[in-house]
DNA sequence: ACAACATCGTTACAGATTTCACAATATCGA
DNA sequence: TCGATATTGTGAAATCTGTAACGATGTTGT
């Protein structure tokens, strides 16, 4: 199904999109256009549009489009058929607070395990999440298929603990360690590095650039 | 005194440059080529040679650049004259996470402020950082002249309080609410959006892209 | 029934970003 | 001293990304 090759950037805003369409679902609005979509992500309404084109849904003049339809389009996009699990590494500060954040929250993509080598941690459920030592990762990953992992250790660990989590048929990894990951071609690394994110908010703070993201 | 236009990419990739210097340095290497700064970075060679032309800093044939002399330069641009100072708005699980990661790592570059509104909390002083409640944020953002803000309160509350940082002279917002916040065009705003980002993960680890990330 | 209208889908364009390619050059060894 | 060599800096080409423009189309009001 699908195309081939659908960019980084678009993925991340249909997934945006799909957020606020979400919110718009649960304030009872059932049609957008699609400059209210983009007004409501920050983007152009020329922008949407195309990227519907990467969805293959079709709104209709007048109406805009069906908010119910086109989460369903973009989740037959972004959504894998059978859902998927996450596992995360290093139940540390991070760790907890993204477990508390995920929790119960998406039932496609949820976190299923958690490991630690913190023997006060192992065996406890932190925010409905097991956590397991870390030493029997490769076993428990690859009998539960887990395929995206979180990765909070501390960055002396993060190669050694990504080395693991490959090993064990991970295929995507979302890195929070300032630490740039050597992994195989066919696993894909997100950088969530919030210093650099930090001193470019700073550096543009003072410039005085004129705002305006993309959903990174 | 610089450039005045620094692409967004660029100043990312420069703040990482740097990290991956100062490690450098801490292992006694003096001398860098730009394929090794690359190779770390997980960036092409060219691309560390054509960011340098924005820092204006010049290596030289055989040698390359010298570690010390270009962590000076990139911090001459980075880097503003007096030390900035940041405030984080929300200690919940993620703003207290985040004090914690940032506490006494950066000299020039310090969460000075927090603030919260759960009275618990306002008064304490926790991971180095005091806090207070958030409706004193005006008076004291303004008295320590502080421009730039994490953003950790909960989705409903994050307009609210961006609009309280903008008031209070805030130019710079680093937000992990999964919200799009509006505020005026010279306040430049990162968004950090994880739900987003684990989703991008989960959907290029099911496709088999090749990897390979710019830092975000 | 149909004209007026606002929106959609798509193609063509423009701008930004990255990669390529190569002349210029500083150092080392003979 | 001087040639050999690997690297730098940068203009030009290629690629990626976003914007603009416009014909096509479904709906509404009369
Ligand atoms: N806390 C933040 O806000 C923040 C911000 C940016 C980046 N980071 C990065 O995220 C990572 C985690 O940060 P943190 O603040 O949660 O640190 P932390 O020290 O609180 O947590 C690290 C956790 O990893 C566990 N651990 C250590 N070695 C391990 C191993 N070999 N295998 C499995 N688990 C191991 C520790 O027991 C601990 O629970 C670090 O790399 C940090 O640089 C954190
Ligand atoms: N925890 C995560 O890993 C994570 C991940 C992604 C996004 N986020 C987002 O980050 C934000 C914080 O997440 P969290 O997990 O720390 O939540 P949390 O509930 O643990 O913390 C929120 C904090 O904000 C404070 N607060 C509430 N209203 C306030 C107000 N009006 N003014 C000042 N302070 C106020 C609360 O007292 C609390 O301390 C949320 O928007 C969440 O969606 C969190």
């Known amino acids: 199904m699908s195309e081939g090759s659908v960019s980084d950037k678009t993925v991340a805003r249909l997934s945006l999109y799909r957020r606020l369409l979400s919110d718009l679902l649960n304030q ?15 983007v152009t309404a020329a922008q949407v549009r195309r990227d519907m084109m990467a969805v293959g849904y079709s ?15 973009i989740g037959n996009l972004l959504d894998s058929a059978q859902a998927q699990s996450a596992a995360l590494a290093g139940l540390g500060n991070l760790g907890r607070a993204i477990t508390a954040y995920f929790a119960g929250r998406r039932p496609k993509l949820a976190i299923v395990a958690a490991f630690d080598n913190d023997p006060y941690k192992v065996g406890r459920v932190i925010n409905e999440v097991e956590c397991f030592h870390i030493n029997d990762l490769g076993p428990i990953v690859e009998q539960r298929n887990i395929r995206v992992a979180i990765l909070t250790v501390p960055a002396s660990e993060a190669q050694q603990v990504a080395d693991m989590l490959v090993r064990a048929g991970v295929k995507g990894v979302l890195n929070f360690a300032p630490v740039r990951l050597r992994v195989p071609p066919d696993v894909y690394v997100e950088n969530m590095d919030m ?8 550096f543009f703070a003072r410039q005085g650039r004129t705002t305006a993201e993309a959903p990174s």
């Open 59 to 73: 709104g209709t003049p007048v109406r805009g489009y069906s908010v119910p339809d086109l989460i369903e389009s």
């Open 28 to 42: 009872g609005i059932r049609n957008v256009y699609s400059h209210q979509l983009a007004s409501a992500a920050g």
């Open 195 to 202: 210093a650099v994110c930090l001193e470019k908010v700073a």
